[in-house]
């Protein structure tokens, strides 16, 4: 019941801030929602647009990653409550109902995904071992986008060089674990490839990015135009505490994931590599989080993503509630120094946007070839076939699903071509 009810009221607490707008989860609305408080967009306008930008994500992303670890991506949820917020009007009673609403959505979304894995369970052919393999080149492919985002805000020639850096870095910890150089009073000490090469490529995204910096005298742009912004923020900061603190005590029970990295690797029981690849997501998402809620005035439902390393590495549920909320309550109070932090180094403001295309297009690439290893591990030859056309044919008719969907989505629809194949008796599957 305690499972339960963490979702649950994630899913209220979230519904009612989206309603409010002071928080979504979604970084494309963030900006749209003054729009509606200012007077400058209808409530409905707002709603649709909430619909058109997450739905799809919920659907084609969040849910079908979540089915393939059994652990909810948290866009499964907090995409959805911004639509449930949104939607509905402000008012007493209509913000009541939208956290009604979000409640039960949490609860749908718990029970529904163990529903679906329990029936996928009792198929003619179980697809769920071969879907698992879904998030196997996430994990490895994620440490490549710090490289990329260099390579696209600053040059291909410097995106080289970290990769190659990062890549070389990697291995050295391979050989490292593997002739056991490194060990605490003759225990090896085993260390994450993956998480030490994803460090290695923020250090050079970082520096190169610090190396632009503005004139005292330019100081102005977020520092000063957005002050009242800022401190609409604070006044919420309670509600958006309590949202941090359920956000890292659910991520505690492996309940949740903030990403497919961490996500993928936390089904795999690397409780540590998933805490890294959480914080070094939370780390690379500062500057988009940071300058869309200076300029806005509407936070995210869980800040800066810190709250779910803080989960992952707190000992029990209730001091990763107690810390999650104290770490939300710092960015807020940060905010005000961020925001002359970005204006002094613009190149770390810039490289938000930056980080953000790297990632998505990182996960488009290492979702896809997931989707068609476990397509192909549940129905041999057929998976390739089915995931190629999917794909393909998804890119001509205009990209209905999005291109971080058709994997996961694809290998679902191979699973249910294959035991309708089996029903038919047309495939055998091997013992």
């Given at each position: 019941?305690?499972?339960?009810?963490?979702?649950?009221?994630?899913?209220?607490?979230?519904?009612?801030?989206?309603?409010?707008?002071?928080?979504?989860?979604?970084?494309?609305?963030?900006p749209?929602?003054?729009?509606?408080?200012?007077g400058?967009?209808?409530?409905?306008?707002?709603?649709?647009?909430?619909?058109?930008?997450?739905?799809?994500?919920?659907?084609?992303?969040?849910?079908?990653?979540?089915?393939?670890?059994?652990?909810?991506?948290i866009?499964?949820?907090l995409?959805?409550?911004?639509?449930?917020?949104?939607?509905?009007?402000?008012?007493?009673?209509?913000?009541?109902?939208?956290?009604?609403v979000?409640g039960?959505?949490?609860?749908?979304?718990?029970?529904?995904?163990?529903?679906?894995?329990?029936?996928?369970?009792?198929?003619?052919?179980?697809?769920?071992?071969?879907?698992?393999?879904?998030?196997e080149?996430?994990?490895?492919?994620?440490?490549?986008?710090?490289?990329?985002?260099?390579?696209?805000?600053?040059?291909?020639?410097?995106?080289i060089?970290?990769?190659?850096?990062?890549?070389?870095v990697?291995?050295?910890?391979?050989f490292?674990?593997?002739?056991?150089?490194?060990?605490?009073?003759?225990?090896?000490?085993?260390?994450?490839?993956?998480?030490?090469?994803?460090?290695?490529?923020?250090?050079?995204?970082?520096?190169f990015?610090?190396?632009?910096?503005?004139?005292?005298?330019?100081?102005?742009?977020?520092?000063?135009?957005?002050?009242?912004?800022?401190?609409?923020?604070?006044?919420?900061?309670?509600?958006?505490?309590?949202?941090?603190?359920?956000?890292?005590?659910?991520?505690?029970?492996?309940?949740?994931?903030?990403?497919?990295?961490?996500?993928?690797?936390?089904?795999?029981?690397?409780i540590?590599?998933?805490?890294?690849?959480?914080?070094?997501?939370?780390?690379?998402?500062?500057?988009?989080?940071?300058?869309?809620?200076?300029a806005?005035?509407?936070?995210?439902?869980?800040?800066?993503t810190?709250?779910?390393?803080?989960?992952?590495?707190?000992?029990?549920?209730?001091?990763?509630?107690?810390?999650?909320?104290?770490?939300?309550?710092?960015?807020?109070?940060?905010?005000?120094?961020?925001?002359?932090?970005?204006?002094?180094?613009?190149?770390?403001?810039?490289?938000?946007?930056?980080?953000?295309?790297?990632?998505?297009?990182?996960?488009?690439?290492?979702?896809?070839?997931?989707?068609?290893?476990?397509?192909?591990?549940?129905?041999?030859?057929?998976?390739?076939f089915?995931?190629?056309?999917?794909?393909?044919?998804?890119?001509?008719?205009?990209?209905?699903?999005?291109?971080?969907?058709?994997?996961p989505?694809?290998?679902i629809?191979?699973?249910?071509?294959?035991?309708?194949?089996?029903?038919?008796?047309?495939?055998?599957?091997?013992?």
């Open positions: 019941m305690l499972e339960a009810l963490l979702i649950i009221a994630l899913g209220t607490v979230t519904a009612i801030m989206a309603n409010l707008g002071i928080a979504v989860f979604n970084d494309g609305l963030r749209i929602v003054p729009e509606n408080l200012e400058r967009m209808s409530r409905k306008e707002l709603g649709v647009t909430a619909f058109a930008m997450s739905f799809g994500l919920v659907i084609g992303y969040g849910l079908p990653i979540s089915i393939s670890a059994s652990i909810l991506l866009h499964s949820i995409l959805g409550t911004d639509i449930i917020g949104l939607v509905f009007n402000r008012g007493k009673l209509s913000t009541a109902i939208a956290g009604v979000g039960v959505y949490g609860a749908g979304i718990y029970f529904g995904l163990q529903a679906v894995v329990k029936a996928f369970e009792l198929l003619p052919l179980n697809f769920i071992d071969g879907f698992n393999k879904i998030g080149p996430v994990v490895v492919s994620f440490m490549v986008f710090p490289a990329l985002a260099i390579a696209l805000q600053f040059s291909v020639k410097k995106g060089i970290a990769f190659l850096a990062a890549a070389l990697r291995q050295i910890a391979v490292s674990n593997t002739k056991q150089l490194i060990q605490i009073d003759g225990t090896p000490v085993v260390l994450s490839p993956e998480g030490i090469a994803l460090i290695v490529g923020m250090v050079f995204l970082i520096a990015a610090m190396k632009e910096k503005s004139d005292d005298q330019s100081l102005s742009t977020l520092a000063s135009m957005f002050t009242d912004r800022v401190q609409r923020i604070k006044k919420f900061s309670w509600i958006i505490m309590i949202s941090g603190g359920l956000a890292a005590a659910a991520t505690n029970l492996l309940l949740i994931a903030g990403d497919p990295i961490s996500l993928s690797l936390l089904a795999d029981g690397k540590t590599e998933g805490g890294i690849a959480a914080l070094a997501k939370a780390i690379g998402f500062v500057p988009l989080i940071a300058s869309t809620a200076i806005t005035g509407v936070f995210g439902p869980v800040g800066f810190f709250v779910f390393g803080v989960g992952i590495f707190s000992p029990n549920p209730l001091i990763a509630a107690l810390l999650g909320a104290v770490v939300i309550f710092l960015e807020i109070q940060l905010l005000s120094k961020m925001a002359k932090f970005l204006d002094r180094y613009p190149g770390i403001r810039s490289s938000g946007e930056s980080i953000r295309n790297a990632m998505t297009r990182v996960l488009e690439i290492a979702l896809l070839i997931g989707g068609a290893n476990a397509a192909n591990a549940i129905v041999p030859g057929l998976g390739y089915g995931i190629a056309g999917f794909y393909l044919l998804n890119e001509v008719a205009g990209r209905p699903i999005v291109r971080m969907a058709v994997g989505v694809g290998a629809a191979v699973g249910i071509i294959g035991n309708i194949l089996v029903l038919l008796g047309l495939y055998t599957p091997p013992l």
